[in-house]
């Protein structure tokens, strides 16, 4: 009943923005600019161009992630005898609603407040007995996503573009829900820097951002530590296409100021993204990524709208 509420309240949104823009749209044509738009909004959206001062983005978004792990059993006394198997699957829906506005001295502040559901299922066979069969769903609003960008200088000859921006994740979202993990429940501190480079048509994105968590409840989640490589390039007058490399090193946790065994995790994702100019300063984007590591995703599909003003 929740997903099916969240569904109907991101096409309503969907609906008005579109009906929003809908004013003079038969007399709106692609002009020689929509490419430089269209690859425009695909640099805003990664973080690797920020808006011109009084310029807003209004972005709804629709975000999947599936995860599915099996494990083994091995008998408590014979350690080398498996007597079993666990299946665990999650799989998590993300509407996010964002707002970007561009501020004066080159900066720009970014605010996301995530709707989320979750589903989990965990399966696990014993010997000769029937599956045990757990699956549980979840929902709420996850950890609003605060984030302070600055350009620090722009592209000349051989210097790229920089960009560096400042994230505070608030611990202020439902943590779980049904016993269904919803969101980290941690305040959470990015620092990082971007560079962008020019090469018609091609663009060239480069990210590295480390993390802090803020002790809670005697648990501190280990350092987090990105790099991200991106490639975009203006496929046609209104479409611009993106491929990306993502990955992401989480140190081990700590609770009670001791390290827990095998909690750190190495997360990389392939992406491929297409933008593309829908009406006048409304952009559509979809994206899907494939996870290249255990600790990954299988896969995720995002797909967003949003409207310029």
């Not at 000349?156 to 202020?172: A, E, V, Y």
């Not at 979202?173 to 018609?200: R, W």
């Amino acid at each position: 009943m929740i997903l099916f509420r969240f569904l109907m309240f991101y096409i309503f949104f969907v609906l008005f923005i579109h009906n929003a823009s809908a004013k003079g749209a038969g007399s709106f044509e692609i002009d020689e600019e929509a490419a430089v738009r269209a690859l425009e909004h695909s640099l805003v959206q990664s973080g690797s161009l920020l808006l011109e001062k009084g310029k807003f983005d209004f972005q709804l978004g629709l975000g999947f992630s599936h995860t599915e792990n099996d494990a083994l059993l091995f008998g408590s006394v014979d350690s080398n005898r498996i007597i079993g198997q666990v299946k665990n699957t999650f799989t998590s829906i993300n509407m996010p609603l964002r707002l970007r506005a561009g501020l004066p001295y080159k900066a720009q502040i970014d605010f996301e407040i995530p709707l989320l559901y979750a589903s989990q299922q965990f399966i696990q066979t014993n010997g000769r007995n029937l599956p045990v069969d757990n699956n549980q769903h979840g929902s709420g609003i996850g950890d609003v996503n605060i984030t302070l960008s600055k350009t620090l200088s722009r592209e000349k000859g051989n210097r790229p573009d920089m960009i560096g921006f400042f994230s505070w994740d608030t611990s202020s979202g439902k943590k779980s829900d049904n016993g269904v993990s919803i969101s980290e429940g941690f305040n959470e501190f990015s620092l990082g820097l971007t560079l962008t480079k020019s090469q018609d048509p091609l663009v060239f994105s480069g990210t590295f951002s480390a993390q802090r968590s803020i002790e809670k409840d005697n648990i501190k989640p280990g350092d987090q530590y990105q790099f991200s490589l991106a490639t975009f390039l203006a496929a046609s007058p209104s479409t611009s296409l993106k491929f990306s490399f993502e990955q992401i090193f989480l140190a081990k946790t700590k609770v009670n100021n001791k390290e827990i065994v095998d909690s750190e995790r190495t997360i990389a994702l392939l992406n491929i993204g297409i933008s593309s100019v829908v009406r006048r300063n409304t952009f559509l984007s979809l994206s899907a990524g494939a996870g290249l590591t255990n600790d990954s995703p299988d896969y995720t599909v995002n797909l967003s709208l949003s409207k310029r003003f």
